[in-house]
């Protein structure tokens, strides 16, 4: 066969692609650039437009409007079974009257592969699930049904593999494991991984490149650590991760960083890490980034002064506080224990500090709960 | 007394089981019975043991072409409802066309309509048509009552399909033609294997609506039902029997090949 199934190379390219269903619009005008021999992940809340983006890649739905192209090749209109492109669905979907080697075999067998023996052969190995070949898919565990979907798609060598919340089902566990091997797997094969996922934690473990949507549309691209220290929205800042976002104004300049005002205190934030477009802000903190100090203690950076400690929770590593401030708004923060200095306890009056490049700004007119109320353990 | 009554409540399932197997059974023990009585004229009080009935049942006259008519329309029915039958179930499953709640609709008619009504209509248009009430009458009177059974049957089978399995099999280059024959299909037969096995059964068995558009021609409920009251002969039992057995075996062979499928390669 010459079409594009084997021939289609390259960067995978989403042209300004909208899917409608009636009045919803689930994607709406996206447009990325997958580059080629990434592992990419698609995260973002239930109905947030991340599967139906797969969905569209994969050919099982069309887009409203827009294209899709890998490399040089339009691929908009292109029937599934024409595209280089392999997905592992979410549940899997092994054929349940075939066996595991015929499982993998079938993309083979359409394709008309000479040895298709040697290539199953040498992808269970890769799974390391050589013994299971002739049992049927419902005598396999969850996990072991998720390598051999995975084997089905990779096996084929296409040049874009999509996986669906593919560890959704697994036990976590499982799952961690799983996400070190399929970041081994993608490195060994050396394919394009698209990956969907509503977990934070499984794309900023895996992925090289993370786009953050929210209704059908990206809020943000970047690396895990870009998305982590620097986000740009109020929803990226809470749905990855913790944050405590402050209401404030900037009130001056010096130098390269912005004077925000909190509530009265002047604090410092680097103007390329802001992402305000008036003076009016929201001063992004992650909890980890806090220190805590007793009254009367020095201490550096920027400052917030008249905390009081409202709830401790000892974790181990760690210890949470939330602490209260004058303006009536508690903040999250994470202490490791590791300074030896005695934990604070509930009522104290503490000051709060840290150091001013983790400061990030967000637009002030943000809903700053935005991303925070989602649960992230909802299935779609 | 405390004790038997104990006992009873410990044991009231399998006593009520006993008793529905029982009431279930007697008529076929009944019959099995009575296929080995060495009957005069009439098969209706017991005589002695014999083997002669089962050594010969094609003795009475007309009694094995009746059979053999009852199977050549059984598996002519079948085959007619069974394909017609399926192609309307993936047609009512699997697309939204204008009317399709109709026709859901409709496919339920036969079912309910009384066979007596359906057996006279037949019969009725038959005759406006044209058509001699004969073989082929019978055959198609069947298919008609039979398709329903097999939609409804398939229809179900196609529903429990997950959509997935197709989308995966495009997805693993295999075009529609492909998709279908090698993935719905197989997971769908089980389902037109049932419905087949059913019309089968419910044409094999039919007398009412046989019975309106015969003609001359004789199926087995037909021959049993005529010769009823000029004294049944025995061999009618062996012949009855034989077919449930057979029905028991098929069902029976069925369940071991289900199990195998789910257990092992």
């Known amino acids: ?380 | 007394m405390k004790k038997a009554l104990r006992w009873i409540s410990k044991n009231l399932i399998k006593i009520y089981a006993f008793l529905g197997f029982t009431y279930l059974f007697i008529p076929i023990i009944y019959t099995f019975v009575f296929s080995f009585n060495k009957y005069v004229r009439s098969n209706l009080v017991w005589k002695s043991f014999t083997l002669e009935n089962w050594k010969n049942p094609c003795k009475p006259i007309d009694i094995c072409s009746a059979l053999g008519n009852s199977i050549k329309i059984g598996l002519l029915a079948t085959a007619g409802a069974t394909l017609l039958g399926t192609l309307i179930a993936f047609a009512l499953a699997r697309y939204a066309f204008k009317g399709r709640g109709f026709v859901n609709t409709l496919i339920f008619l036969p079912m309910a309509t009384p066979e007596l009504v359906l057996g006279a209509s037949l019969l009725t248009m038959f005759l406006n048509l044209g058509f001699n009430p004969g073989f082929w009458t019978i055959v198609i009177a069947h298919v008609m009552f039979c398709i329903s059974f097999v939609v409804v049957t398939v229809k179900a089978r196609i529903a429990s399909l997950d959509p997935r399995l197709e989308q995966a099999a495009m997805d693993l280059y295999a075009n529609e033609h492909e998709t279908f024959r090698r993935v719905t299909l197989p997971l769908v037969a089980p389902g037109i294997a049932g419905g087949a096995l059913l019309a089968f059964s419910l044409s094999f068995d039919d007398f009412i609506i046989t019975n309106f558009n015969s003609g001359t021609t004789m199926t087995f409920p037909l021959y049993v039902y005529t010769h009823e009251k000029g004294g049944l002969p025995a061999q009618a039992n062996v012949i009855g029997f034989s077919m449930f057995f057979l029905a028991l075996l098929i069902v029976i062979a069925g369940q071991i090949v289900g199990r195998k499928r789910k257990v092992s390669a």
Request: aromatic share 8%; hydrophobic share 35%; proline share 4%.
């Open chain 1, 1 to 380: 066969m010459s079409d594009a199934s084997t021939s289609a190379k390259g960067d995978l390219k989403l042209n300004n692609i909208s899917k409608s269903y009636g009045d919803f619009k689930a994607v709406d005008d996206l447009s990325l650039i997958i580059p080629e021999g990434s592992f990419f992940a698609l995260l973002g809340p239930s109905g947030c437009g991340k599967t139906t983006t797969l969905r569209m890649i994969a050919g099982l739905e069309e887009p409203t409007s827009g294209s899709i192209f890998v490399g040089q090749t339009d691929i908009t209109e292109m029937k599934p079974y024409k595209r280089p492109v392999n997905t592992v669905f979410q549940n899997y979907a092994l054929f349940p009257h075939l066996t595991i080697f015929e499982n993998i075999a079938f993309g083979l067998r359409r394709r008309g592969i000479n040895d298709v023996e040697g290539a199953v052969n040498k992808v269970l190995d890769l799974v390391e699930l050589p013994h299971l070949a002739q049992r049927k898919p419902t005598q396999l565990s969850g996990g072991q049904q998720q390598r051999i979907a995975l084997a089905r798609a990779i096996v084929n060598r296409p040049a874009l593999l999509l996986l669906d919340e593919p560890l959704g089902a697994l036990d976590l566990k499982l799952r961690r494991q799983m996400q070190i091997e399929l970041k081994w797997i993608q490195k060994e094969v050396g394919l394009t991984f698209v990956h969907v996922t509503h977990d934070q934690e499984e794309a900023m473990t895996m992925a090289d490149t993370i786009a953050v949507m929210n209704e059908g549309q990206i809020e943000q691209m970047g690396s895990p650590a870009d998305l982590y220290d620097n986000p740009k929205t109020a929803f990226v800042a809470n749905f990855l991760g913790q944050s405590n976002l402050i209401k404030g104004t900037i009130s001056g300049n010096d130098g390269d960083s912005h004077i925000v005002d909190l509530f009265g205190q002047k604090i410092s934030l680097q103007k390329n890490r802001s992402h305000a477009v008036d003076n009016s802000i929201y001063a992004g903190i992650r909890p980890e980034k806090f220190r805590i100090s007793r009254l009367g203690t020095s201490t550096s950076g920027n400052i917030l002064t008249g905390g009081h400690i409202e709830d401790v929770s000892y974790i181990g590593v760690s210890t949470q506080y939330q602490v209260e401030m004058p303006w009536g708004q508690e903040l999250m923060v994470f202490e490791q224990n590791d300074d030896g200095v005695a934990p604070f306890s509930k009522g104290e009056e503490v000051n709060i500090s840290w150091e001013p490049i983790f400061t990030f700004g967000l637009h002030g007119d943000e809903d700053a709960n935005a991303g925070s109320e989602v649960n992230p353990d909802e299935d779609e």
